[in-house]
């Protein structure tokens, strides 16, 4: 599910000029868990999906057309005198170089505004709120209550109720990025001080693969998010479980492991709600092991991933703000077995 | 004419045995174990990936394992010893894969709970590692 891109850089590489048409319709038909623009779960998306088939085929026709012409022109400048009379190339001019793009150019644009208009409109009022902060290179991900207070905290996931409005609220911590799940919604720019918003409805069940889509520094291209729409009550069930405070670890190892996370620097960066660590510069960690994904979907959440995640972080994502940690190995095996209780 | 062609016929006859033993030699290191029919190459691939190997090492024919907390697993097959106290056999490489504490109580390589087998077919790739794979010539 994580970075399977073999069938995308197949298509792209068989694209050869002629076969541009038969290359953009293969890439509609992908592998699920991809990102796609193609296969639009929500009505904003589909709306912009759309607009961008109504482009390329008027453009197609243009270039067609325009190829068209050329030809004639050619086939007749084989012939003495065969260039059009004056009134013949006036009337050309005007009707295919003023007239025809203006009419086209202004009902694309119309088509533009009228999209962006119902994009940017309000969330209808039964809409749930989350809040998205931008981090290089994460995504902290708040849900609030009616009043804007945090229910839970939560990175680099988010869900949502199948049919259900979500506005996302958006706002950075460093640097500008730009928050985009092209099944869902178009981009929306993640400035530092000021609250941006989009919403979207998805209206089926599924994992969306969303990314950073304003080059923000080293890691940019490995600034990944999912987004799992999911039934009312699952929802429902997630949050809650997200809501709550870890549980305090029965094992004696993992218990040994929270020790760890306490005294070996773990705490100063990350929260693990209902514990002594309340670290805020890098994800809250209060249910880590609920998560598919480690390092903004850079790799799966497993054992093997995790351990050498937190051994060394650069050789998985290099530049990222998460420093080495050198423990002892027994150290490092209890740190793992603690953070898979995080569920 | 006729001479000749016994004379070579005679030395070819002598010459094949070697001949043969050479061209027996091409194409495998001599130093490759052989691997065992019941592992899976292709699909110790795709674990190797998924459990996460390659966020510690360094792995060839699978991108993004590039970790460097363990030692690279280049050319893992021609090497004598496993984590510099076990001798380089399948059996023993699939062994350390599925339980390295058994061996090395303090290793810092984690116990994956893989099975046996899902052990034995990652041990299978990293023997074949970045050429092809040995029982059948496919690439992967």
New interface residues.
């Given amino acids: 599910m994580i970075?399977k891109r073999n069938a995308h850089t197949g298509n792209r590489m068989s694209c050869g000029l002629g076969s541009l048409l038969s290359c953009v319709m293969a890439s509609t038909a992908r592998a699920q868990n991809e990102q796609t623009v193609f296969e639009p779960v929500s009505d904003h998306a589909e709306g912009i999906v759309w607009l961008w088939w109504a482009m390329f085929w008027v453009g197609a026709v243009i270039f067609l057309a325009v190829m068209l012409l050329l030809a004639v022109g050619l086939w007749r400048a084989r012939r003495p005198n065969s260039g059009l009379g004056e009134s013949a190339s006036r009337n050309l001019v005007i009707a295919a170089g003023v007239a025809i793009p203006l009419v086209i150019l202004l009902t694309l644009v119309g088509g533009s505004l009228m999209l962006g208009r119902s994009i940017a409109a309000d969330p209808p009022p039964n809409v749930m709120r989350v809040r998205v902060t931008g981090w290089m290179w994460w995504w902290q991900v708040d849900y609030l209550d009616q009043d804007g207070k945090v229910i839970a905290s939560t990175a680099n996931e988010i869900h949502v109720p199948v049919g259900r409005p979500v506005e996302v609220q958006l706002i950075s911590a460093d640097v500008i990025h730009s928050f985009w799940v092209p099944q869902l919604h178009g981009k929306t720019d993640v400035m530092p001080g000021q609250l941006n918003s989009t919403w979207f409805t998805a209206e089926k069940a599924g994992v969306y693969r969303g990314q950073c889509a304003e080059f923000c520094g080293v890691q940019h291209a490995l600034m990944a998010f999912l987004v799992i729409a999911e039934a009312e009550t699952d929802f429902r069930r997630w949050l809650e479980r997200q809501a709550a405070p870890a549980e305090m670890p029965e094992n004696p190892r993992a218990r040994f492991g929270l020790e760890v996370f306490l005294d070996r620097g773990c705490a100063s960066c990350h929260t693990v709600r209902g514990t002594d660590a309340q670290g805020n510069i890098g994800p809250d960690l209060t249910h880590l092991a609920s998560r598919r994904t480690l390092a903004a979907v850079t790799?799966?959440n497993?054992?093997?991933?995790?351990?050498?995640?937190i051994?060394?972080p650069h050789?998985?994502k290099e530049g990222v703000f998460m420093p080495r940690t050198l423990l002892e190995?027994?150290e490092?095996?209890a740190l793992?077995v603690y953070l898979e209780t995080l569920e | 004419m006729g001479n000749k062609v016994v004379i070579i016929g005679k030395l070819w006859r002598l010459m094949l045995p070697i001949a043969l033993a050479l061209l027996s030699g091409c194409g495998e290191r001599a130093s490759v174990p052989e691997l065992p029919a019941r592992a899976d190459v292709k699909r110790g691939r795709q674990l190797a990936e998924?459990?996460?190997?390659?966020?510690?090492h360094r792995i060839p024919g699978i991108p993004?394992a590039?970790?460097?907390?363990g030692p690279p697993l280049e050319g893992l097959a021609e090497r004598a010893y496993i984590a510099g106290i076990l001798p380089n056999h399948f059996d023993t490489l699939a062994a350390w894969i599925a339980e390295p504490q058994r061996f090395a109580p303090?290793?810092?390589m984690?116990n994956?709970?893989l099975s046996e087998d899902q052990a034995r077919d990652i041990a299978a790739y990293l023997y074949s590692q970045g050429r092809r794979n040995i029982q059948t010539g496919e690439e992967f």
């Fill in positions: 970075v790799i799966p497993t054992r093997g991933h995790l351990g050498g995640w051994s060394d050789s998985v190995p027994e490092l095996t793992t | 998924q459990v996460g190997c390659g966020s510690c993004s590039n970790g460097q907390v303090n290793s810092a984690p994956l709970g």
